[in-house]
């Protein structure tokens, strides 16, 4: 049975409760996208097994249970080899579609899994609770019985989650033309085959077999063997000057890769090199295949801690904690304050009054704009000031008149303003020199004693 088919089964017997703290897990609907609708048990299955939805899934676990699930994609890649195909190498252009995996497809055996990861009953105990856990949350698929299956997602990270690199047969067609095929086939005592397929078979297979690849590297010499044993336990990515493209020094889509002439000035890398142990990727990158780190190490046995560690000692906070919040908020304060007085009154300018409506004498209301004040000619109101052009921060203003009868007193004569008022920075600050009369700043700034006083004209009849 397909996993798809399984879990669409599952979710059917799940209780609503269940369902409820799944979709909440998984962040649905809203995370299916715009328009795309989950109506059916079989398209919410087809959703769960996405690796959209498997990584917003891994996100909410724990160290303990992430190993665990990296731990069976690892059997599985012992049980049925790497997957036949992987993300495209570095140095190629043309993308291609990974054929559809079914998880179904790469199931291990329960028991197989707590024969190679529990060794004692406690830890057989706990495999058990973590594995019963991650099957309520869709991450274990169904059937539960006597298989355990993960999504296709850690299937295509698994090399990368045990520090390996990719396969072999996917680096070797990205990396080299026919030449360096057929001398890599040679320098392995494989002999060159009448085509370039026919020479690259017979690598992988080599390569494959695990005891022919110990026994080459025992015959390495000691500067190759140490650098092997540095790549094995991963990451297993190496700078080296071992190869260079065969298009320049630097590498573009579909760049091919050779043997630098005389060679990159190590021994041990250009043995490697040689012998197809280490394959370029890049410009001055190198990748140690799949096949050899998993051959060359010692334990294949996974490495898995469900519990974390204890906690070893605490750090008590020092009383002074709140004192010593307190003072970095004054002295940000601080800071402020002396940021606003570095600028120059000149250069600020007053914001724009909110809106205020007052009934006309004809009872139809009327709307007091806001704009720049500017004082008119006679007035002792304090003058204006102007902002940066690149300033945009907004500053408390001073207290409003509250009213109408407020907004329509007269100021009083000789009063002035202790300060200007700080108000809202505009970049749009009109420059000093442009002229404005009575009436224009009246009319923009809805004050009504900067308006000149109204001219009644008696009607002639």
Not at 43 to 65: C, K, P, T, W, Y
Not at 269 to 296: C, F, I, Q, S
Not at 453 to 458: E, F, I, K, L, N
Request: charged letters at 20%.
């Amino acid at each position: 049975m397909k996993s798809a088919t399984a879990l669409k089964n599952w979710l059917a017997e799940r209780t609503p409760e269940q369902l409820t703290s799944l979709l909440e897990m998984r962040s649905l609907p809203s995370a299916a996208g715009y328009g795309q609708s989950l109506r059916t048990l079989g398209q919410l299955a087809d959703h769960l097994l996405s690796d959209v939805s498997v990584s917003r899934a891994l996100h909410s676990l724990n160290a303990g249970e992430l190993r665990l699930l990296a731990a069976v994609a690892e059997l599985a890649d012992a049980e049925h080899g790497p997957i036949p195909a992987g993300p495209v190498p570095s140095g190629t252009y043309v993308p291609r579609q990974d054929p559809v995996l079914d998880p179904a497809s790469r199931a291990v055996s329960r028991a197989e899994v707590l024969r190679r990861l529990a060794p004692d009953a406690a830890a057989r105990a706990a495999i058990e609770e973590v594995l019963e856990c991650l099957a309520g949350r869709a991450l274990v698929l169904p059937p539960h019985a006597g298989k355990v299956a993960v999504p296709a997602l850690l299937h295509h990270h698994s090399a990368e989650l045990q520090g390996c690199g990719r396969p072999v047969d996917l680096l070797l067609t990205g990396a080299f033309n026919a030449a360096e095929v057929h001398a890599i086939a040679d320098r392995l005592g494989l002999g060159r085959d009448t085509t370039r397929d026919g020479s690259q078979r017979r690598i992988v297979t080599f390569l494959t077999d695990a005891g022919k690849v110990r026994e080459l590297a025992a015959q390495a010499p000691p500067a190759a063997r140490d650098l092997l044993d540095k790549l094995v336990p991963g990451p297993p990515l190496l700078r080296t000057h071992c190869f260079v493209s065969r298009y320049g020094y630097y590498d573009g889509p579909n760049s091919k890769f050779t043997v630098r002439p005389g060679g990159s000035g190590d021994p041990g890398t250009d043995w490697l090199a040689e012998h197809g142990l280490v394959l370029p990727v890049g410009t001055d990158l190198a990748e140690l295949p799949y096949e050899v780190a998993r051959a060359l190490r010692e334990s294949t046995a996974p490495d898995l801690h469900l519990t974390p560690p204890a906690l070893a000692r605490t750090e008590p906070l020092p009383r002074s904690i709140d004192g010593q919040a307190q003072a970095a908020a004054g002295a940000a304060a601080w800071h402020a304050e002396l940021v606003l007085r570095a600028v120059p009154p000149s250069r600020w300018r007053s914001a724009r009054p909110a809106a205020s409506r007052s009934a006309t004498p004809g009872g139809s209301p009327r709307t007091q704009g806001s704009a720049r004040n500017k004082p008119a000619s006679g007035s002792t109101s304090p003058p204006t000031p102007t902002c940066s052009p690149h300033t945009r921060t907004r500053l408390p203003s001073p207290p409003r008149a509250v009213g109408n009868a407020a907004a329509n007193k007269p100021p009083t004569p000789g009063a002035t303003a202790a300060h200007p008022p700080l108000r809202h920075l505009d970049h749009h600050a009109p420059s000093p020199a442009t002229p404005a009369t009575d009436r224009h700043l009246g009319r923009r700034t809805g004050n009504p004693h900067l308006r000149p006083p109204t001219t009644t004209r008696a009607r002639s009849h």
